[in-house]
């Protein structure tokens, strides 16, 4: 396997999200042919509400926790920091409109690697010539939406799944590239991601080491797949009553 230096690859990933900033941060390091990286604002304005909306969920001591983790992320800048060591574009936008305009006006773009909460149109998902990749912490055939890895803990599956799949225009219904699973050993939440992450940053970087795999995309029933919206409050205590546990 060689790693082919000729793609035009994007990698965009919202700004608010210390996870996403580390799964590429390892990712970049190991994959210095990027293009070019992206972040993007997320949909989901940070506001009052939010914030007490992420207090009452998470409680007090994991919500210090993912505002230091978050603070410490933007204050320190890494993908940036590394993207400028390896000489890759680094850019910003604060307006995802901008960001769309761009991906548009771009030629030659081969693929764009995506873990964005913004619905992508198909004018924008036509635009690479091998399409857009995303990150999915859940098995496809079960769990599309949002905070995969919680509902599948708080539904006590016996597996964690990692998925990287070809976006379709719909959410979460795209072709398989990459699927790894691993059994749920009931670590505590923050922990669970961190590790499916980690297995996601190998994948990707294989992927890039064998390009041909995204080529080839394996198509799944999606039958009886639920698309899980944001959990609420209450969802959040019945996790913590069967004894799991976010830090």
């Known amino acids: 396997m060689t790693q082919d230096n000729n793609k035009k690859i994007y990698v965009v990933y919202i700004n608010n999200n ?6 590429f941060l390892d990712f970049i390091k190991k ?6 990286v992206i972040s993007v604002p997320s949909k989901n304005k940070l506001n009052i509400g939010k914030l007490i909306y992420y207090l009452k969920f ?28 390896n000489k890759i ?41 091998n399409g857009w990749l995303n990150v999915h912490c859940g098995d496809l055939r079960k769990y599309r939406g949002i905070n995969s890895p919680f509902w599948t803990m708080l539904h006590d599956e016996k597996e964690l799944t990692m998925t990287i799949h070809l976006m379709s225009f719909e959410y979460d219904k795209g072709p398989i590239v990459i699927e ?18 980690s297995i996601a940053s ?27 919206s944001e959990p609420k409050i209450e969802d959040s205590e019945k996790f913590l009553k069967k004894g799991l546990r976010y830090i």
Not at 62 to 84: D, G, H, Q, R, W
Not at 96 to 125: G, H, P, Q, W, Y
Not at 206 to 218: A, E, G, H, Q, W
């Open 18 to 23: 210390f996870f996403y900033e580390k799964l």
């Open 89 to 129: 574009i680094y850019k910003e936008y604060n307006n995802f409109n901008e960001f769309r305009d761009e991906v548009l006006s771009s030629d030659n773009l081969d693929l764009i690697i995506s873990t964005i909460d913004t619905k992508v149109d198909e004018a924008m998902l036509s635009k690479p010539k």
């Open 180 to 197: 790894k699973k691993i059994i749920n050993k009931k670590l505590k939440f923050f922990k669970t991601i961190k590790t499916l992450f």
């Open 58 to 85: 998470y409680k007090l001591k994991a919500f210090i926790y993912l505002s230091f983790k978050n603070l410490i992320c933007s204050y320190k800048k890494e993908v940036k920091k590394e993207c400028i060591k």
């Open 202 to 228: 190998e994948e990707l970087t294989s992927l890039m080491l064998d390009y041909n795999k995204i080529l080839n995309p394996k198509t799944i029933d999606y039958k009886r797949s639920k698309y899980f």
């Open 31 to 36: 994959s210095p042919n990027i293009t070019k």
